[in-house]
DNA sequence: AATGAATGAGCATTCATTCAT
DNA sequence: GATGAATGAATGCTCATTCAT
């Protein structure tokens, strides 16, 4: 039960899935694997296995290319800028995976279990943004709610790069400003509504 | 009777949609709408023609309610904030319909066709937020990844909001500030530097 | 969903089931039955359930057999050796059937409510022999043992019969005085067994 | 080594097949018998051999179980009753073996020699209650319709007994009671009449 | 236009058996 | 001999679609 068929299993489900959606049939995935039909099962018992499995095998793998190598010191702003430019970049490098990330966290198949082992393994990527939140309009909001929207950003982000991979550096650079624009104070005095006082507070 | 029945289908599909999965079956949607299995076949002739009209009609539906009644003139950004409110109590009033949006979306079941009609659809909802754009980080991106990073903050904050009703003020307040900050031009000089330029470059 | 091709399925499930056995694929009894694979699961939603009704089916065949018409009137062992033989005649008319019946009990697809309703279905039958319990080796017994047994002589001497078809008179003939004295008073004053002298109370 | 492992599978067999029918994976088998799944192949070339030979291997069991030790000399009908009790206290140590014996029995895997195996296999506990044909209503019937009929009543008492093992005592007794009615001439002058009169001509 | 049974291709999963180590 | 992963045919069941009524 080598740890490469496994691997291969979960990089053809990626195929497969960006291609077909969720209902690409694990035949087709085996084969794509170089596999026998019966053999997926023997690496997981349900196809739900496999999908938990795959979802945390691409957030584990976008999280490392967030963190991986060690984002230099400096303000936080530019750290955060390197670690998005990196996660855009994952993502462009193959939107399989961005594809196949959205369509499983958007079915019913992901366990509690799963979902919090890719929160967790997505911690030191969210950091970087998550750090921002005291002062912006998330001050006073769930820190999840940071989180969802920055994944959102880049999600937007990455999108807009598959269209158009030429232009990686605008779009990158754009979302990146965007973003953080999102996220930090805005600075203008006239912002007069209710939730931004909070927010300053 | 033909239309109101077309239409007690695409409410039956939005349930049973949002419950089940794209997988929902045919069977169970008709059953839901209180018709026979085959009829259905008569208002779409295939599951995907539903799927695309279904589209259309949560985007119609989720277009007239930002964008009716009218809203008053003033500033660009308080007209915004309003539509942003009206979005996202719009998704808030049925969380269902931004489900099956997103998951139809995801979908490969959309024609090109529908994907331009639903765009056309929301294009009075959009305005409100695209005028904002000569200025801030989307300056030189095309129209569309403006408008997909709003779509994003919206269903992240409608997302938010579907968590914790009783937050409504609270989480959509958060998101228009984030969203406006996100798309608009900060205060701060120096966000007027690197990235736009290179943007530019 | 008409009710001739219930019956059809549950003829052709008894014919396939006697020769392959429960492992009999529903696909073979669907095409037995000249109906398509998916339609058998119109009428029984899983196997189990065909098992299930195909089960009661038989037993109420067999029931009707017996009883039906009625037996005339006269001293019980001359009403029981004529259920008996009627009992035998169902068996060797369509050896297949008592097969089936077997292989369902023996198996664990049985639901506790059919089987009651199976019993049910027999008590008419059953009470040919139940009736002379007061006066045998069963007279302190269960009366479900004594059916069990008088049930057991029957099956046995059905594949007799089944052997050897034209020994259809001898065979049953001898199976009834069996059970006959299996089940009724030995009247051998040397019987000196606990049970015999409960039984002779 | 080899027969000890061979002798844990037929056992581990016994178990699975009782509790999941003779549906039980092969590899259930084996594991349940601390075994690897490929080693079973090693002693039973295929299913259906593992099959023929637990069969063989319980009604050896079965036959040594009532024949030793020895019964001490009597008159044949105290002889029959101690094979009968040894018969039914054999069922009632393991309920499992009588299951598993009437499981493969009733499918289509036995061959004709295992089958001719077995029976030569119980010769001896059947021998105590064939040497009563030349009286009963089995006088003019084949040997083994005697003997069925025997095997039937003790698998009727032993399941009875199954049911309340407390009452080990009382069905036995009375199931004895009831074979030797069944195959013995009963008293009753006027049980001489009709049948056998008929399955003599 | 409505009904709902019939169809059959398609799918996840199981399992006896093989075979490289 | 022992192991246990690999195989692929087989199976129960689902579901979009058709069609006779």
Redesign the interface.
């Known amino acids: 039960m080598s740890d490469q068929r496994r691997t291969a299993l979960l990089e053809a489900a990626t195929r497969a899935i960006a291609r077909?959606?969720?209902?690409a049939p694990t035949a087709s995935i085996a084969t794509e694997a170089g596999v026998s039909a019966g053999s997926l099962f023997n690496y997981f018992p349900t196809k739900t296995t496999l999908l938990n499995a795959l979802y945390l095998h691409l957030k584990r793998d976008l999280a490392a290319a967030v963190v991986e190598p060690p984002i230099p010191p400096g303000p936080l702003r530019e750290r955060a800028?390197e670690g998005w430019r990196r996660w855009i970049r994952w993502g462009a490098a193959d939107p399989d995976k961005q594809?196949v990330l959205?369509?499983i966290e958007?079915?019913?198949e992901l366990t509690a279990q799963t979902r919090e082992d890719g929160i967790e393994a997505m911690q030191g990527a969210d950091s970087l943004f998550a750090e921002a939140q005291p002062a912006?309009?998330?001050a006073?909001?769930?820190l999840?709610?940071l989180v969802?929207?920055v994944a959102?950003?880049a999600?937007?982000t990455m999108?807009?790069v598959a269209h158009e991979p030429a232009e990686f550096?605008?779009?990158s650079?754009?979302?990146?400003?965007?973003?953080w624009?999102?996220?930090?104070t805005?600075?203008?005095?006239s912002?007069t509504?209710?939730?931004?006082r909070r927010?300053q507070s």
Chains 1, 2, 3, 4 share one sequence.
Do not use: C, K, V, Y
């Open positions: 077909d959606g969720l209902a800028r594809r959205m369509l958007a079915s019913h912006g309009p998330f006073d909001q769930p999840e709610f969802a929207t959102a950003m999600a937007t999108e807009a550096e605008s779009r650079n754009a979302g990146f400003t965007a973003t624009g999102a996220i930090g805005s600075g203008r005095p912002d509504g209710t939730d931004e927010n």
